[in-house]
């Protein structure tokens, strides 16, 4: 498994909280500032779609855009700052043993699995549908929904600048932590999707920790 750690590995025991996500699920939890949560792909190539709010105005929200402009890379990983919509520092990614994270694909959706895939998956279910799910159980909507980072999804840019969603390159345990920087509301997709390589045909659980901050 390849390191990119920036900070000692924490012992996932001294946990103050511990969620496990099944697979193809939804969930949300609030992280504080200065508490770190921590992504697990468990079983391995499994991509996790994120989302991050503001905790005291949803308005406030991740920015795919502002995040990719302000890193000036293409993908997510060790000492990257995520961004708001108000151009403010919401997390910071203090570790990560995969090595890159996409926020450029989005999230699989009914209607993009029936243009991609055909008509046949129509019905199945998939991440927009888990966010539209998660984010109401917080007052919000379909409209609330925006570009997310997908942990654990290797999107490469095709030198033709498409997009390509291939094999994972997550093995079992692999993790990425980040430390809130605001008060956060964390959304997550467990991504159920079937029709791509995303994970690896068969999606699998995830595990949620948060970690207190350092005092002093």
């Known amino acids: 498994m390849s390191k990119f750690f920036a ?3 924490r012992d ?4 103050i909280a511990d969620y496990f996500v099944p697979a193809n699920a939804p969930f949300s939890c609030v992280v504080k500032k200065g508490e770190s949560v921590r992504i697990v792909d468990l079983e391995g190539q499994q991509a996790v779609d994120t989302l991050f709010y503001c905790a005291d105005d949803f308005s406030e929200r991740y920015s795919s855009q502002d995040t990719l402009r302000v890193q000036g890379s293409a993908y997510v990983s060790t000492g990257t700052k995520l961004i708001s919509t108000e151009g403010n520092l919401m997390l910071t990614v203090t570790a990560d043993t ?6 450029s694909a989005g999230a699989c959706s009914c209607e993009a699995n029936t243009v991609r895939f055909g008509h046949q998956v ?3 279910h998939a991440c927009r549908e888990n966010f539209v799910i998660e984010v109401m159980k917080h007052g919000m909507s379909k409209r609330d929904v925006v570009p997310n980072i997908n942990f654990f999804m ?3 840019v095709e030198p033709s600048g ?3 969603i291939v094999d994972g390159i997550s093995g079992p345990g692999d993790y990425v932590e980040l430390k809130a920087e605001m ?3 964390l959304v997550i997709s467990n991504c159920p999707q079937i029709n791509n390589p995303c994970n690896g045909f068969n999606p699998t659980p995830i595990q949620v920790l948060v ?6």
């Open 7 to 9: 900070t000692p590995v």
């Open 12 to 15: 996932a025991s001294t946990a």
């Open 98 to 103: 995969c090595g890159r994270h996409d926020t």
């Open 122 to 124: 129509k019905y199945l």
């Open 154 to 156: 290797n999107v490469p």
């Open 162 to 164: 498409e997009l390509a």
């Open 183 to 185: 008060d956060v509301l």
């Open 211 to 216: 970690f207190a901050g350092e005092e002093g």
